[in-house]
């Protein structure tokens, strides 16, 4: 998330990212949710084709299976917004229909949260804002396998 990195959008990449979360938060989504959304794109300037997956192996030891998956597949989820102007099938997320609850839930970040989060005008809360919440959701592995892993390790 680079500060401004616009990569052809309204807002850079840090901004997009604040105003995902601050629009999570300000939804009433628990505190797991919102981080997943400050960090949803942390990984567009390392892997711009795979970014939902660098995202969602940064969270998956520390946030639960359906925010991971949510995570995971947002870029596929957020294609129904662009794709077709790039010659894409702006449905290609509907390859996930056979998982209705994880579906519904990543295309309601997806237009709720991620697709909102343009706007140069939008509430951004800082940086400095969201900071306990990630102290928090990181503190400690919450998935068991990874748990184990991390008492072994700490």
Not at 49 to 56: K, L, P, R
Not at 84 to 95: E, I, P, V, Y
Not at 108 to 128: I, N
Request: hydrophobic share 40%; aromatic share 14%; net charge negative.
């Amino acid at each position: 998330m680079l500060k401004g990195d616009f990569g052809g959008f309204p807002v850079d990449r840090l901004t997009h990212s604040l105003q995902t979360a601050t629009l999570a938060h300000r939804d009433s989504q628990d505190e797991e949710y919102v981080v997943c959304a400050l960090l949803h794109d942390i990984g567009d300037t390392l892997g711009s084709y795979n970014h939902a997956d660098v995202a969602a192996v940064l969270l998956e030891p520390f946030v639960s299976a359906e925010n991971h998956w949510m995570v995971k597949h947002h870029g596929v989820f957020q294609g129904y917004y662009f794709f077709h102007h790039m010659g894409m099938d702006r449905n290609l997320r509907d390859n996930y229909r056979d998982v209705p609850e994880l579906f519904k839930r990543t295309a309601h970040f997806c237009e709720k949260y991620d697709a909102a989060a343009f706007d140069p005008d939008a509430e951004t809360l800082p940086l400095a804002f969201f900071e306990p919440m990630v102290r928090r959701v990181f503190a400690e592995p919450k998935r068991t396998l990874y748990k184990a892993a991390f008492e072994k390790i700490g």
